[in-house]
């Protein structure tokens, strides 16, 4: 398995949980495991922020993969095949390249302005 196929199927797996999470028919335990699991993939806050050599990598390449290898185990399994499919299903949809790029070209606008103002203040 190449590192690319590894990092897709986490992505796909993170969210595989995050749909069990919000399933009324997930157990208790199994429901706050992912969401904890989910939370923490997809939040940009990390325990060890990223910039921080090494380590602040190493939260992400071992607690994010142990959580979701937990909380895979805890789901039923006829559950975790149903989410599998409409998360592989997602990601099979089209990405929109002209979109975000306008939102990009939005945001930079925003940002150039904002410095344009601040500059003219200070001056």
Do not use: N
């Amino acid at each position: 398995m190449t590192l690319r196929t590894w990092a897709r199927a986490l992505k796909r797996d993170a969210h595989v949980v995050w749909l069990c999470a919000r399933d009324p028919r997930t157990p208790w335990a199994a429901k706050a495991v992912a969401l904890l699991v989910a939370a923490y993939a997809f939040s940009p806050l990390d325990l060890i922020p990223d910039f921080v050599p090494v380590l602040g990598y190493l939260d992400d390449l071992i607690l994010v993969p142990a959580g979701l290898w937990l909380a895979l185990k805890l789901i039923p399994a006829q559950l975790l095949a149903e989410h599998r499919a409409a998360a592989e299903a997602v990601a099979a949809r089209p990405i929109s390249r002209i979109a975000a790029g306008a939102v990009l070209a939005i945001w930079a606008a925003a940002a150039i302005a904002t410095a344009l103002r601040a500059w003219s203040a200070a001056t």
